[in-house]
């Protein structure tokens, strides 16, 4: 069984989080997306069509959010509601 990684270990559950991240992403970005995940299956980098970028950190980046329901967001600290319209 040499080269598998087992169910329930951290390195599966790194693939399988690796795995779901580029099939989300690539309808968006395309063929040419990947992602790198750190110890904390957070993305630290990010490809897209051969060009690699630094995930930035939380406090530097903006993140835009429209919904019709942002009760869903309550809970995501200083989230600031806007309403349009």
């Known amino acids: 069984m040499r080269g ?6 951290a390195r599966y ?3 399988a989080r ?3 991240t580029e099939d989300l992403g690539r309808p968006l970005y395309g063929e040419g997306f990947a992602v790198e995940l750190d110890h ?3 993305i630290a980098r990010r490809t897209l ?7 930035c950190a939380a406090e530097t980046c ?10 869903r967001y309550s809970a ?10």
């Open 13 to 15: 559950k790194s693939a």
């Open 40 to 42: 904390e299956l957070r």
């Open 18 to 20: 690796l795995r779901e």
């Open 62 to 71: 903006q993140v835009i959010v429209l919904t019709s329901d942002p009760a």
């Open 49 to 55: 069509n051969g060009v690699t970028l630094l995930a």
């Open 76 to 85: 995501v600290p200083g989230a600031r509601v806007v309403t349009v319209g």
């Open 4 to 9: 598998r990684v087992r169910p329930g270990t």
